[in-house]
């Protein structure tokens, strides 16, 4: 039985083009009023579910609930109902004078003028710097704050974490895990994580198995090593790499779980994609709030364009 407040209900959705499974059975719900983030790597079937639930692609099989109706046969009035945000734009005039953060600001502002009750965001700041990036994230939160329901697909993390209530990480058609960015952490359980800036050969990794036990180590951007208890561990790993010339240098830091770290947990794969990884480099963590007030809270109350 669905909920009146569910803006979106898919279940037991699939897809093929061709004879080519990219959707393998999704199933997730979003509730109004929030901002729902289907977070995967390349490929993961992200915009062919964007597609469908938009009703510009008829899926295989499945059923789909947008606005309690039908996108496959009430996408006219769908469409009155959605926002689109297309990221392409005119290149002339005023506008082509924009920078590239602010032209998508101002499609975010675009989409809105029909006043949808759901708007959809395939991508918004891929190939943003980080200013663009910012603009566009000051759109979405403005999105957000006058009530309207998200649906936000995104490779990066940070911006997942930092926009959405709740994310669904996809990989390969599949939804690997669902659920608010606290409750996607805390399936690494306690552990902190020691992450070593070095491209571990298989043979280091099993040295350093052996060398942190406790721990549970594997390769990520560089190695990584999960432990309950990381003083003990960290001052091993420094032993280890500070003493060997063939490491001098080596960046060697203490952190708290990561959605990405949640994602190679469950799925084996990087949601960075090797052409994507310099322009993930980019990607800077926004400030942390100063002060967080319930729903007024904004993050971009100091953010000046
Ligand atoms: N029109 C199409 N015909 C055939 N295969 C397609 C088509 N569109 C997408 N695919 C394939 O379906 C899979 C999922 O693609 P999709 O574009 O939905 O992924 P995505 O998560 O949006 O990826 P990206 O991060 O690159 O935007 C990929 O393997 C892609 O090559
Ligand atoms: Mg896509």
Same mark, same amino acid.
């Given at each position: ?36 983030? &289907? ?26 609930? *947008? ?6 046969? #009430?996408?006219? @009035?769908?469409?009155?109902? &959605?926002?689109?945000?297309? *990221? ?11 920078? @590239?953060?602010? #032209?998508?600001? *101002? ?34 939160? @403005? ?15 940070? @911006? ?51 060398? &942190? ?14 432990? /309950? ?18 490491? /001098?240098?080596?960046?060697? *830091? ?52």
């Amino acid at each position: 039985m669905n909920r009146v407040s569910d803006a979106i209900v898919v279940e037991g959705l699939r897809h093929c083009y061709g004879g080519l499974d990219v959707l393998k059975g999704v199933s997730f719900t979003v509730h109004a009023g929030e901002v729902f983030g &289907i977070l995967g790597p390349n490929g993961a079937g992200k915009t062919t579910l964007s597609s469908i639930l938009t009703s510009q692609l008829r899926p295989t099989s499945g059923s789909v609930s *947008l606005l309690g109706l039908d996108p496959v046969s #009430k996408g006219g @009035e769908l469409r009155r109902r &959605i926002g689109l945000v297309g *990221l392409e734009h005119k290149q002339d005039g005023l506008i082509g004078s924009y920078s @590239e953060g602010m #032209k998508r600001r *101002l499609n975010v502002a675009l989409s809105l003028v029909h006043d949808p009750e759901v708007v959809f965001l395939d991508e918004p700041t891929s190939g943003l710097d980080p200013l663009g990036r910012r603009q566009v994230w000051k759109a979405i939160w @403005e999105l957000k704050a006058s009530g309207k329901t998200l649906l936000l697909t995104t490779h990066y993390m940070e @911006e997942a974490e930092f926009l959405c209530d709740r994310i669904a990480l996809m990989d390969r058609g599949v939804v690997a895990a669902l659920g608010t960015p606290s409750e996607l952490k805390a399936r690494m359980g306690t552990g902190k994580i020691i992450e070593v800036g070095i491209e571990a050969s298989a043979e280091l990794v099993d040295e350093v198995s052996r060398l &942190i036990p406790e721990g549970r180590v594997y390769r990520s951007m560089g190695l990584n090593i999960v432990t /309950g208890d990381p003083e003990p561990a960290l001052q091993r790993i420094m032993k280890r790499f500070i003493s060997d010339p063939g490491y /001098g240098g080596t960046r060697i *830091l203490l952190r708290e779980p990561s959605l990405e770290d949640v994602f190679l947990e469950l799925t084996g794969r990087s949601l960075k994609e090797e052409s994507r990884a310099s322009e993930g480099e980019n990607m800077k963590s926004p400030a942390p709030p100063e002060e967080k007030t319930g729903s007024s809270w904004n993050p971009f109350r100091h953010f000046h364009e």
